[in-house]
């Protein structure tokens, strides 16, 4: 099984170098779920595509059988880390991600306890190819000066499991009692 983002992954299966997407996890990531549902979106500074018809981008957090539905395209950071506060990841860890994700989904780590005392409340991935056993994502980190930002060469880091996407990004996302793992989606409802 092999599916790809056209406009990101090469046809070899290499991950599009050239390809420049905004300086920031959550425009990055929304740029490119926009651009696998709609080729022509272009991004602009704010999120705002050139399609004001475009959906928002939601995130969901499971907890068992229920979800917070957040509309991550009009939320401010501090908002979405509100309303993620206390809610539980998925529960197996060991979950294997190409069987979980899709392309046209991203991924995102939220900080929802209260122990950890780092800067970084989330981090955002989209899905830029699915294969048996690994999942390749955008990985793009946040600009220096958030009113500043730019566009960047395209990032990538490859997991085969929520356990080992933590493990390769390290602190403080690999702290699984402060840290929930959530699906970002631009449907309408929960994937």
């Given at each position: 099984?092999?599916?790809?983002?056209?406009?990101?992954?090469?046809?070899?299966?290499?991950?599009?170098?050239?390809?420049?997407?905004?300086?920031?996890?959550?425009?990055?990531?929304?740029?490119?779920?926009?651009?696998?549902?709609?080729?022509?979106?272009?991004?602009?500074?704010?999120?705002?595509?050139?399609s004001s018809s475009a959906p928002p981008m939601f995130l969901y957090l499971k907890?068992?059988?229920?979800?917070?539905?957040?509309?991550?395209?009009?939320?401010?950071s501090q908002d979405t880390f509100k309303q993620c506060a206390g809610l539980q990841?998925?529960?197996?860890?060991?979950?294997?991600?190409?069987?979980?994700?899709?392309?046209?989904?991203?991924?995102?780590?939220?900080?929802?306890?209260?122990?950890?005392?780092?800067?970084?409340?989330?981090?955002?991935?989209?899905?830029?190819?699915?294969?048996?056993?690994?999942?390749?994502?955008?990985?793009?980190?946040?600009?220096?000066?958030?009113?500043?930002?730019?566009?960047?060469?395209?990032?990538?880091?490859?997991?085969?499991?929520?356990?080992?996407?933590?493990?390769?990004?390290?602190?403080?996302?690999?702290?699984?009692?402060?840290?929930?793992?959530?699906?970002?989606?631009?449907?309408?409802?929960?994937?």
């Amino acid at each position: 099984m092999s599916d790809r983002h056209p406009t990101y992954i090469t046809q070899t299966g290499a991950v599009n170098k050239k390809r420049r997407v905004p300086e920031s996890c959550i425009e990055s990531t929304e740029t490119i779920l926009r651009s696998y549902k709609d080729p022509a979106y272009k991004f602009q500074k704010g999120g705002e595509g050139s399609s004001s018809s475009a959906p928002p981008m939601f995130l969901y957090l499971k907890n068992g059988h229920s979800a917070v539905k957040i509309n991550v395209s009009d939320s401010d950071s501090q908002d979405t880390f509100k309303q993620c506060a206390g809610l539980q990841s998925y529960h197996d860890e060991g979950l294997a991600l190409d069987k979980l994700l899709h392309v046209g989904e991203g991924l995102a780590i939220i900080r929802t306890g209260t122990a950890s005392k780092s800067s970084y409340d989330m981090h955002f991935l989209a899905v830029l190819k699915v294969e048996t056993g690994a999942v390749t994502f955008s990985d793009v980190s946040e600009p220096k000066q958030w009113d500043q930002v730019s566009k960047v060469p395209l990032e990538s880091i490859e997991a085969s499991s929520i356990a080992d996407l933590r493990a390769k990004l390290g602190s403080p996302y690999d702290n699984t009692s402060d840290y929930s793992v959530g699906v970002v989606t631009l449907a309408t409802s929960p994937p």
